[in-house]
């Protein structure tokens, strides 16, 4: 069979509102700042071509349990089909890709990282990256279903991710915490995309089935399953780098 793609999103926005010199620092529940790499924003209006693009063309959005089965359970997926994922849950999530894949009708996974989700709902920013509340993730579950982007370690420092410098016994404290509000277990998104193979065997350890990087490729039977391509979807992607994507080569 064909294999898979699996695309990663992180923020949407209107063209208008997108400002190319300016950092957009996170807002998040955590005491952590960072900044959002503006490489890793989306056009709105790209976005939507996008999603009529799989539409008009007949594409199946894939569930993790699906991936799952394709891995461990010798299910076959749909020959047009694409995983649809969105890491850290901003609110431009869900003020614009929602109604978006409502409309039709897909499905996507949100990874998730627990501490970084407010309690209270937070004013949208064209400047600053502000994550959702949780009434919001419940406000979207009938589209999306929610993995795991760890509870607190989506750090780093100089050096390394807080995933892959971490001791086991907090890594797994971490994982669980997180692991118990989630709606689908045992799906993993590496933070930055760091990872090594202390990291994949901690996840091995916690039954964990699934772990995805940031590196770009399409997915095979053969491909690790903790080790999965995304391809980013990024600012620069018009839609007919888009689509070269899902030609046969």
């Known amino acids: ?54 539409y008009d063309n ?23 089909s694409v995983l649809l994922t969105f890491d850290d849950m901003y609110k431009s999530i869900y003020i614009y890709a929602y109604p978006i894949l409502k409309k039709y009708n897909f499905n996507a996974v949100g990874f998730v990282v627990l501490d970084w989700i407010f309690e209270k709902e937070q004013e949208y920013s064209t400047v600053s990256s502000v994550c959702m509340s949780k009434k ?24 390394a991710t807080t995933v892959q410098s971490v001791d086991k016994e907090s890594f797994f404290k971490d994982l669980n915490e997180c692991e118990d509000f989630v709606s689908t ?7 930055f995309g760091g990872y090594n193979e202390e990291v994949i065997k901690r996840l ?9 990087t940031s590196e770009p490729g399409k997915n095979a039977k053969t491909t690790n399953p903790f080790q999965l ?8 992607i018009d839609i007919d780098k888009f689509t070269s994507m899902f030609e046969k080569k």
């Not at 700042?33 to 799989?54: G, R, S, T």
């Not at 007949?58 to 047009?80: A, F, H, R, V």
């Not at 406000?139 to 370690?153: A, G, L, R």
């Not at 091995?204 to 995805?212: I, M, P, V």
């Open 136 to 159: 919001e993730l419940k406000e979207i579950s009938d589209i999306f279903e929610f993995s795991n982007h760890t509870k607190s370690m989506h750090t780093r420092d100089a050096n």
């Open 204 to 212: 091995k350890e916690a039954d964990f089935k699934l772990g995805f």
């Open 58 to 80: 007949g594409y199946k959005t894939l569930s993790l349990k699906e991936i799952i089965d394709y891995y461990y359970n010798g299910k076959e997926l749909p020959e047009k």
């Open 1 to 54: 069979m064909s294999g898979f793609n699996v695309l990663m999103y992180h923020e949407i926005i209107k063209r208008e509102d997108f400002n190319l010199d300016n950092p957009s620092h996170i807002k998040v529940n955590q005491d952590y700042d960072d900044v959002l790499p503006c490489v890793l924003f989306a056009y709105l209006d790209e976005f939507e071509k996008q999603m009529k693009y799989f």
């Open 229 to 236: 391509h995304r391809n980013g979807v990024l600012i620069n």
């Open 185 to 191: 277990k045992g799906a993993f998104a590496y933070p």
